[in-house]
């Protein structure tokens, strides 16, 4: 018998990530789901953020108490429930209705930070009325400075905890697929505007209610122009394609709390940010989505954690779906993980609940894993509980990692 993944509405039957990946595909439009899941030209980068998990093998220890599991890891001096966070995305309102506002209740509820986008549906100060939030706002780094001054004051009234600075989305990735779905700008092919009237349940949920335009950005859009498109068009073109060192630095001169650099995967740029101040990194390729043909965050850890591990705060995003994959992550030296696509597939499924069945999930699957494997706390968690299990294929890492 073939087997299915389950693919039903009720998002509490969901046995795994997959599951709610599948959920999620059911219910959305074609195009809306590709947006979600695909990447960049080829999609090496994508796959290749897979395959490095299969290549770390675990070596578990057994007749070890593991009847109490702790989960808690202290991020940024503050107790998370679990060694995760919520990853900036923007455009959630196409997934869910106030898709934002859904992600960052679960992320309380859950008792991690949620790292809102710029490019949000949602205001800085609708997320941060959410109660119990750890906040955290997420910058991409425009042309006008003025409006780079606003948006960091802003995050301060509004007592963001950290400000999250993307480094590698200055010039946009080719998302051929994307390009694909759409006759210009925002508007879809006609063959993706029928696929839309076979998803009644998302036209209900999104659709009818309306998309809200990039509501961080309406303060610079003539009120004419204060459009989703129009809100999208700006950003693109007003990103800062010179974003460099000093406007990193200047940066930090306005921002007085913690401040993490996303996007980053060579060791020498993870030794500039400690030069200039910067309290944590986020090694990422960009879920795959900027430059294909880039190394997974998981061949360069290691080293940066030995490295830099004891003056800043590591964290790692791309390519995690499973509680197994966050134990690697922090065995190798990470101090947390960010969730991207795992969330949004439970947005996308069933809203606030399937973000919360989402994190819940893998939350579950991390306890499950440190019990098994003979580590029952995170701090007992290092390099010795893995195996490189495909040693001609790390070695592929190994070459690509000496040429950064």
């Known amino acids: ?5 389950r693919a039903s509405g009720d998002v509490a039957r969901a046995c795994s990530i997959a599951d709610l990946r599948a959920m999620a595909q059911c219910r959305l439009p074609s195009f809306v789901f590709e947006y979600l899941e695909g990447g960049a030209e080829d999609e090496v980068t994508l796959r290749r953020n897979r395959a490095v998990f299969e290549d770390l093998a675990f070596v578990p ?3 070890v108490k593991a ?3 702790d989960t808690t890891r202290t991020i940024f001096d503050q107790p998370a429930k679990l060694p995760l966070m919520i990853a900036p995305m923007g455009f959630c309102g196409l997934f869910s209705h106030r898709g934002d506002v859904s992600l960052a209740r ?11 986008s710029t490019v949000s549906n949602a205001s800085i100060e609708d997320i941060a009325a959410v109660p119990g939030l750890r906040h955290w706002m997420q910058l991409y780094v425009f042309r006008s400075r003025p409006f780079m001054e606003r948006l960091v004051a802003r995050a301060l009234a509004a007592n963001c905890e950290a400000l999250v600075i993307t480094t590698d989305a200055s010039v946009f990735g080719n998302r051929e697929w994307d390009r694909r779905n759409y006759r210009r700008a925002t508007e879809p092919t006609f063959r993706n505007k029928v696929d839309v009237l076979l998803h ?5 949920d999104v659709v009818l209610r309306g998309i809200p335009a990039f509501q961080n950005l309406l303060e610079v859009l003539p009120p004419d122009q204060q459009t989703l498109a129009a809100s999208a068009t700006w950003s693109r073109r007003e990103v800062d394609p010179d974003l460099d060192w000093e406007r990193v630095s200047w940066l930090r001169s306005l921002w007085p709390r913690k401040l993490v650099l996303k996007g980053l995967l060579a060791p020498v740029d993870v030794k500039q940010a400690l ?5 944590g990194v986020v090694l990422s390729n960009h879920g795959g989505r900027q430059l294909d043909g880039a190394i997974s965050p998981m061949t360069v850890l290691p080293e940066i954690a030995s490295r830099f591990g004891g003056d800043m705060t590591i964290l790692i995003d791309s390519g995690f779906r499973r509680g197994t994959d966050i134990v690697k992550a922090i065995a190798l030296g990470a101090d947390g993980v960010l969730l991207g696509r795992p969330v949004l597939y439970g947005l996308a499924a069933g809203g606030e609940a399937g973000v919360r069945k989402a994190i819940d999930t893998l939350g579950e699957e991390f306890a499950r894993a440190l019990a098994l494997l003979g580590r029952p706390s995170i701090a007992q968690l290092d390099p010795t509980c893995l195996y490189r299990a495909d ?6 890492y190994e070459k690509a990692e000496r040429l950064v």
């Open 1 to 5: 018998m073939k087997r299915r993944l």
């Open 106 to 116: 679960a992320a309380s509820a859950a008792g991690i930070p949620f790292i809102q």
């Open 200 to 204: 009644p349940r998302w036209m209900r």
């Open 391 to 396: 040693a001609n294929r790390m070695a592929q």
């Open 275 to 279: 030069g200039i101040g910067v309290d």
């Open 61 to 63: 220890t057994t007749l």
């Open 67 to 69: 009847g109490a599991v």
